[in-house]
Structure formats: C-alpha cells, structure tokens
C-alpha cells in the first residue's frame, strides 16, 4: 500500500519538472497583439499622445521579451534572438522619446521596429 503515495509523488514530481523544463511557446495571437500594438503606437505617435504611445511602447517591449525568450529556448534562430532584442530595444527607446515629447525621432525608431518586424517574418513567420 505504501508504493501507491509514493508513486503519486513521482508522478506529481515529474510532471512539475516537465511543466518547470518546458520550452516557452509563441502563438499566433502573440504576433497578434504585437502587430496590433505596433498600429496603435504609431497611430498614438502620430496624435502625439505621450501616455498611450508609451503604453504601448512598454507593452511592446514586454511582448518583444517573450519572443527573443522563445528564440533563445527555440535555439538555431540567431537572428530571431538579434531581431527580437533590437525590436525590445528601439521599444524602450521609444518609451523615452514619447516621454520627452520627442514625436518626430519616436516617429523614426517606430519606423525602424516595423522594418524589423518585416525582416524577422521574411525568415521566421510562418503560413
């Protein structure tokens, strides 16, 4: 009678360790909401409104997170990992230039992290 506990607890332990070991996933709702964000930062640069462009700003820098996180666990994907981390970055410095109320050069790094949305798809995104 003793081996059922004790087998349940292996079991329990196991299945804990898989959960803890398991790769990161990234689904297409992620790619999703970091395309939709993107849209809305532009359009929140554009009206020049600080807070919603640094919201989405900040949440594109999370999201970026999760990605280059992926690629990383993902391995083999290099450029996905340098492409992610420049996309969390420009998102960052983003986040400073709407604070500051620089529109005009927020405008460009925008520019700059939809070229690298583009350039990561051409080799990553999948149909």
């Not at 790769?23 to 919603?52: C, F, T, V, W, Y």
């Not at 990383?72 to 420049?86: E, F, I, M, P, S």
């Amino acid at each position: 009678m003793r081996k059922v506990p004790i087998l349940l607890t292996l079991l329990s332990v196991a299945i804990a360790l898989n959960a803890v070991c398991a790769e990161p996933e990234m689904g297409m709702d992620l790619m999703q909401n970091i395309e939709d964000a993107n849209k809305s930062l532009s359009s929140n640069i554009a009206l020049a409104n600080k807070q919603a462009a640094g919201d989405d700003a900040k949440e594109l820098a999370r999201m970026f997170l999760e990605v280059e996180t992926f690629f990383t666990h993902k391995g083999d994907a290099t450029n996905a990992v340098d492409l992610a981390r420049q996309s969390r970055e420009l998102s960052a410095e983003i986040v400073q230039l709407v604070a500051t109320g620089k529109f005009e050069v927020a405008t460009d790094k925008a520019t700059t992290l939809s070229r690298t949305c583009r350039t990561c798809h051409t080799f990553y995104k999948k149909e």
